[in-house]
Nanobody, 126 residues
Framework: QVRLVESGGGLVQAGASLRLSCAASGRTFSINVIGWFRQAPGKAREFVAAINWSGGRTGYADSVKGRFTISRDNAKSTVALQMNTLKPEDTAVYYC???????????????????WGQGTQVTVSS
């Protein structure tokens, strides 16, 4: 089993930055990919970014490309999501998720992730 705990959410104004962190524990050696997803009220959960746990390859949704950066610290078993130039449409609950087998070609599909954190709220005011 893998346990994930997110932190770093909050309320900010448009244009500000936030840094989310996802701490993994348990069988972290089995993790292949860590992804970030978000869900706004009344909307489906959507892919934000992902990182390959061992190689560090990254991928982003078009809506956040150039503004968000995902990174990992294997020694600390954490993955961070640096979010810059935040927009009101970035408001959502952000979840980190871990997969033991997803490939980079399908890592934007949430059903391929076995483990999920509890989520952290990000609210961006205009």
């Amino acid at each position: 089993q893998v346990r994930l705990v997110e932190s770093g959410g909050g309320l900010v104004q448009a244009g500000a930055s936030l840094r989310l962190s996802c701490a993994a524990s348990g069988r972290t050696f089995s993790i292949n990919v860590i992804g970030w997803f978000r869900q706004a009220p009344g909307k489906a959960r959507e892919f934000v970014a992902a990182i390959n746990w061992s190689g560090g390859r990254t991928g982003y949704a078009d809506s956040v490309k150039g503004r968000f950066t995902i990174s990992r610290d294997n020694a600390k078993s954490t993955v961070a999501l640096q979010m810059n130039t935040l927009k009101p449409e970035d408001t959502a609950v952000y979840y980190c998720a871990a997969s033991t087998r997803v490939s980079t070609s399908t890592w934007d599909q949430d059903f391929r992730y076995e483990y999920w954190g509890q989520g952290t709220q990000v609210t961006v005011s205009s």
